[in-house]
């Protein structure tokens, strides 16, 4: 069976974090793992983004605009559904994703 490099580097959802951060959310992939990382081994979400500095923050209007499908409280916030997956709008939310990320890395380094 062929790997599908997708499962490990695409952002399916973002995993809302409790580490003191508000709106601090983690990018994991198709197998619910940070995003690069794969195999079978559990992953402490928690851990893994303060040890990477892997978390994005997302604030509520970002999400509204951006995410098809959310949990009530917003734990996960999905780039698209399983019953509507299209490649196009996989990488059209990415970049949408990695445009905001990038806005905030800029704005975070002027406040430094």
Not at 29 to 37: A, D, E, H, L, T
Not at 45 to 60: D, F, S
């Amino acid at each position: 069976m062929k790997k599908k490099p997708d499962r490990i580097y695409d952002p399916y959802c973002y995993f809302k974090l409790d580490i003191g951060v508000e709106d601090a959310y983690l990018p994991l992939n198709r197998n619910y793992k940070p995003i690069g990382v794969g195999g079978r081994d559990w992953v402490d979400y928690g851990a893994y983004a303060k040890q990477y500095n892997a978390y994005v923050i997302l604030k509520p209007k970002f999400i509204a605009r951006v995410f098809v499908e959310q949990e009530e409280d917003k734990s996960h916030l999905y780039t698209y559904s399983d019953g509507s997956y299209s490649w196009k709008n996989c990488s059209v939310i990415r970049d949408k994703v990695y445009a905001e990320q990038e806005r905030i890395a800029r704005l975070t380094f002027r406040m430094r």
